[in-house]
C-alpha cells in the first residue's frame, strides 16, 4: 500500500471514529473506502526534453506526479515540470492533467487518453492532445507504437500528429540487490499545419540505458538527438534519477 494511500486511509478512519466520540456506534470503517490505488514519482533531470526539444534551455528540472488508477482500466493523474523556453519569456512551469483507460490483450496493451498542457504564464501554449499507445511484449524485448493528434498543436501549430515507436530490451543477467537494467530505444515524428522550425515536421530518435535501483530509485542515462538544425534541438546527453513511490 502506497504511503498517500495509507495517509487517505488514516484520516478516513478518524473521520469515521467522529461520532464515538459523541456517544454513536460507528460502522467499521471498510477497507478500501476509495477504489484504485495512488502512485507518485518525483524526478531531478539534467535537461527535460519533449519529443528532441529542449524545454529547459539544457538546464536541470525538476519534475514530479501523482496517479490513480483502477482495475478496471480506467486512470488519471497530474505531472508538473520546471521549464524555461527563452530569457524573455515569462514561462515557469508545465502541468499536465490526463484521463485514460488502458488494458491488455494477452501479450498485447493499449492505452487511450486524453493529456491537456497547461502553461500558467503563457495561456496561448494551452493544448489537448489525444492519444492512442500500444505494445507488445516478445519476451526477450517488449515493442510499442503510438500516435496522437492535438487540434491546436502547442497551441500556436493549428492540427498536429505525432508517430512515435520505439523497443526496449532488459539485459538477461541476473544483478543482486534490486538492480536492473534494459536497453530504450524510441523513434517520433511530428508534423503540424504551421511551420514548427523551418518546416512543419521533424523526426527525433533516443537511445537510453534504464537502471532500476533498491527503494523504488531509477536512473535513465539518455542520448537525444533530431533532424532539426537549432541548439534547443540538437545532440546531447540527459540523466535522470527518479523516485517512485
Known amino acids: 500500500m502506497t504511503l498517500v494511500r495509507r495517509t487517505l486511509l488514516t484520516l478516513c478512519a478518524l473521520t469515521l471514529a467522529w461520532p464515538a466520540l459523541a456517544g454513536d456506534a460507528p460502522e467499521p470503517a471498510p477497507d478500501d473506502w476509495f477504489p484504485g490505488e495512488f502512485s ?4 531531478l533531470i539534467s535537461d527535460y526534453i519533449f519529443r528532441g526539444v529542449s524545454q529547459t534551455r539544457e538546464s536541470f528540472a525538476l519534475q514530479a506526479g501523482i496517479d490513480w488508477s483502477h482495475d478496471s482500466g480506467i486512470y488519471a493523474g497530474v ?15 508545465e502541468q499536465d492533467a490526463y484521463v485514460g483507460y488502458a488494458g491488455e490483450i494477452g501479450k498485447f496493451s493499449y492505452d487511450l487518453a486524453a ?27 517488449a515493442v510499442s507504437f503510438g500516435i496522437l493528434w492535438s487540434p491546436s498543436y502547442f497551441g500556436t501549430l493549428d492540427d498536429g500528429i505525432y508517430v512515435s515507436t520505439g523497443v526496449n530490451v532488459p539485459f538477461p543477467i541476473d544483478i543482486p540487490y534490486g538492480f536492473d537494467l534494459a536497453l530504450d530505444v ?5 508534423k503540424t499545419d504551421e511551420v514548427i522550425f523551418t518546416d512543419d515536421d521533424y523526426i527525433d530518435w533516443s537511445v537510453g540505458l534504464v537502471v532500476g535501483l533498491p527503494k523504488g530509485f531509477s536512473l535513465d542515462l ?24
Do not use: C, M
Request: no cysteine.
Open 222 to 245: 539518455r542520448y537525444h538527438d533530431t533532424d532539426v538544425q537549432q541548439d534547443i534541438a540538437d545532440a546531447r546527453f540527459v540523466g535522470g534519477l527518479t523516485f517512485s513511490f
Open 186 to 190: 524510441t523513434f517520433g515524428y511530428t
Open 40 to 43: 507518485g514519482n518525483v524526478t
Open 115 to 141: 493529456i491537456f498542457f497547461y502553461y500558467p504564464k503563457e495561456n496561448d501554449f494551452n493544448y489537448w492532445e489525444f492519444a492512442l499507445n500500444t505494445g507488445y511484449d516478445l519476451g526477450f524485448s
Open 79 to 93: 505531472w508538473g515540470s520546471s521549464i524555461s523556453f527563452a530569457e524573455e519569456d515569462n514561462t515557469f512551469l
